[in-house]
C-alpha cells in the first residue's frame, strides 16, 4: 500500500495474511468460474497493459482475467508507446494514470516499475521485471497447494538459473513458510540482496553445490530458461548448465509424491526434458491455468472490488 493505493509490485511488500487472502480469493474465483457462477465486480473498470518484453500467458491471462471480472483492457507496447522514442516512465505514469484504473507492467529494470508505482495514482501491477516475477509465484503457490495441501514446512528445489522467478519464490518462502534448496552453476546465483531478505524474514534458503543435492528429499522441483528475456548478453554455454537439466534421472532424487513446476515458456531438451514435463509429476499447465486465477484475485483486490 502506498498513498492509500494498492500497487502489487513485489511479495516482500505484502504482508503474509495479505497473500493467503489473495490465494483464499483466487481458488474461490475459480470454484466459482468453474460452477458457471460469473460476477462482474470491475465493470466499467479498464487495465493498460504494458509490455516492453514478449509475452503469451501473462496477456492472455490478464485479458480473459480483466474481462471475465467485467472490466475491459488497453494493450500496449514499449515500442508502439512514446515510452520508445524517451517519454519517461513518470510522465507515462501520471498520464495513464488520468485515463486508466491499473496498470500492469512487464518491464526491463526493477527500477522503472519502482519509478511508475511512484509516479502513478492508479494501482500498479508487476507482470515481471529483470528482477523478480510475483504473479508467477501467487499462481505457483495456489497450483503447489491444490495438488500438495498447505505449502508451509515444505522443501522447494530450483534448479538452473538463479533468476527472477526464483527472486519472487525466495520472497514467497519467507512469507508462506516454506524451505528452498538452490542448485545453480557458480555465476548463475540468484542477487543476494533476495536471499538476505528470505533469510532476515524468516526463510530458510540453502545454497548448494549441486543439482542433486538441491532436488534430494524435495517436495516440489522447479526450473526456468537458462536465458531470461533481456538477459541474452550474460548467455552461457549449456555445458554450464546441463548438469542441472531436470530429467527423469534428478527428478527420481525428489520425494516419490513431488511435483514439477516450471513457469513457461520451457526449453525441452534444455532444462527439462519431454519425459518430466510431460510425465506424471508435472504440473505446469495447472501453473499456467493459474495465472488467470490468481490474477483475478490480484486485479479485484487492487481495485478495491
Ligand atoms: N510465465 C510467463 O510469464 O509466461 P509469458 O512470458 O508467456 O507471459
Ligand atoms: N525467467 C524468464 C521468465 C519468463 C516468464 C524470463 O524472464 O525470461
Known amino acids: 500500500m502506498q498513498d492509500g493505493i494498492r500497487h502489487f509490485t513485489d511479495l516482500s511488500a505484502l504482508s503474509s495474511a495479505d497473500l493467503r487472502g489473495l490465494l483464499t480469493d483466487a481458488a474461490a474465483r475459480k470454484t466459482d468460474l468453474k460452477a458457471g457462477r460469473r460476477s462482474r465486480p470491475l465493470e466499467g473498470k479498464v487495465l493498460a497493459m504494458v509490455f516492453e518484453k514478449p509475452s503469451t500467458r501473462t496477456r492472455v491471462s490478464f485479458d480473459v482475467g480483466m474481462r471475465q471480472l467485467g472490466g475491459e483492457t488497453i494493450m500496449l507496447t514499449g515500442t508502439e508507446m512514446q515510452l520508445g522514442r524517451s517519454e519517461t516512465i513518470a510522465d507515462t505514469a501520471k498520464v495513464l494514470s488520468r485515463y486508466v484504473d491499473a496498470i500492469m507492467i512487464r518491464t526491463t529494470s526493477h527500477a522503472k516499475l519502482i519509478e511508475l508505482t511512484e509516479n502513478a495514482t492508479v494501482p500498479v501491477i508487476n507482470g515481471l521485471t529483470d528482477d523478480t516475477h510475483p504473479c508467477q509465484i501467487m499462481a505457483d503457490i495456489l497450483t503447489y497447494e491444490e495438488h500438495r495441501g498447505p505449502v508451509s514446512g515444505k522443501t522447494f528445489a530450483w534448479v538452473g538459473d ?62 526456468d530458461t537458462w536465458v531470461s528475456m533481456g538477459q541474452e548478453h550474460r548467455a552461457r554455454g549449456h555445458n554450464v548448465f546441463l548438469p542441472y537439466q531436470v530429467n527423469e534421472r534428478l527428478m527420481q532424487l525428489a520425494k516419490p509424491d513431488a511435483v514439477f513446476m516450471h513457469c513457461l515458456p520451457a ?31 490480484i486485479l479485484a483486490w487492487c481495485l478495491g472490488a
Open 162 to 223: 538463479g533468476n527472477n522467478v526464483l527472486h519472487s519464490l525466495l520472497e514467497a518462502s519467507a512469507r508462506f513458510s516454506f524451505n528452498v534448496n538452490i542448485g545453480v552453476p557458480d555465476g548463475s546465483e540468484p542477487q543476494q540482496k533476495f536471499v538476505d531478505w528470505a533469510r532476515a524474514n524468516g526463510g530458510n534458503v540453502r545454497l548448494v553445490q549441486s543439482a542433486e543435492e538441491a532436488v534430494e528429499g524435495a517436495d516440489c522441483v522447479v526450473t
Open 267 to 297: 526449453h525441452r531438451g534444455e532444462e527439462v526434458t519431454d519425459e518430466v514435463i510431460d510425465g506424471s509429476h508435472s504440473v505446469v499447465f495447472d501453473e499456467a491455468e493459474n495465472r488467470l486465477h490468481a490474477q483475478k484475485a
